[in-house]
């Protein structure tokens, strides 16, 4: 593993950032193709060609949503007004729509070659209750790496992917303000999977973090910690040998560190699919007890915020 320094320099002038990038409707059918190109040849191969099935049952749920109920004016305005999340996790009704989606995302799964434990887990959550439900979703969301339902996370967190990130394609980018916390999402409140450094004419070398939950993207300046806000102690490290499309910045102030992802190295790299297979670096951050991962990844439980 090596560490190197960080240019911050972007190309977009002063002023003229983009601060929230919402999701696109094509996000999960793009994961999936970036998920199965990864699993070639890697050794967590099996794994990401099941995220990926995964991945491509949520691109279908998506198009199929119902409308969910969205908040209006007067709560977009409280919440810009308060420096609140108008999707907050914990503040907006969960609406029985993402449950559909998870029904549609398990039927999609029924075809597809996977581990018999994760076709038992289906077969399980077709027999669960509309309550039993909404606790697996509330016990996720409550960001507990001790999930009670380990084998269910997956599913769940895809379809609540689904109902938030269908929501989050339907406000408006003028009708979310700036929350006080700048390491959380905007949109929902959810922490970020990572950041990513972005390419092109607007956002050229701007770095953006990542929804877990929503998948929108937030803009955060460079070499400055996410979650403690400290621009001291900050420094870079990678596999050695590797095209160096994922890092890991650290903080030494808070002793955690988030993934950063170049798509000027990769222009195919995406912060789901690149996490899980970066998982390596991962490892040799708590090899090397430079402090605890950061970031969360619903689809990597054991190494959540």
Request: with cysteine; proline share 6%; net charge negative.
């Amino acid at each position: 593993m090596t560490t190197d320094a960080e240019s911050g320099t972007s190309g977009a002038p002063a002023g003229a950032i983009p601060y929230l990038r919402m999701p696109k409707h094509s996000l999960f059918e793009t994961r999936a193709a970036r998920l199965a190109a990864l699993a070639e040849g890697h050794a967590l191969g099996d794994y990401l060609r099941f995220v990926a099935a995964l991945a491509y049952a949520q691109h279908a749920a998506l198009a199929r949503v119902q409308v969910a109920p969205l908040p209006d004016t007067v709560q977009l305005a409280h919440c810009q007004e308060h420096g609140l999340p108008p999707l907050g996790i914990q503040g907006w009704a969960r609406d029985p729509s993402w449950r559909s989606a998870l029904r549609n995302i398990l039927a999609a799964l029924e075809t597809q070659a996977m581990p018999a434990a994760a076709r038992a887990t289906i077969v399980r959550l077709h027999g669960l209750d509309d309550a039993e439900l909404e606790g697996l979703a509330d016990a996720l969301l409550d960001v507990n790496p001790q999930c009670p339902d380990q084998a269910a996370a997956p599913f769940v967190a895809a379809a609540l992917q689904v109902y938030w990130t269908h929501m989050a394609t339907s406000l408006d980018v003028s009708a979310i303000g700036r929350l006080p916390t700048p390491g959380l999402c905007p949109v929902c409140g959810s922490h970020p999977v990572s950041s990513i450094v972005r390419a092109g004419t607007a956002e050229h070398r701007l770095r953006y973090l990542s929804c877990s939950l929503c998948n929108a993207e937030w803009h955060v300046v460079r070499i400055k910690c996410a979650f403690c806000d400290t621009t001291q102690g900050i420094s870079y490290y990678a596999i050695e040998g590797g095209p160096g499309t994922v890092k890991a910045e650290h903080c030494a102030a808070c002793k955690s560190y988030l993934k950063i992802l170049y798509v000027e190295k990769d222009p195919d790299a995406d912060v789901v699919a690149d996490d899980i297979a970066s998982l390596g670096l991962d490892i040799l951050m708590a090899e090397s007890g430079l402090g605890h991962r950061g970031g969360l990844n619903f689809f990597l439980l054991g190494g959540s915020v």
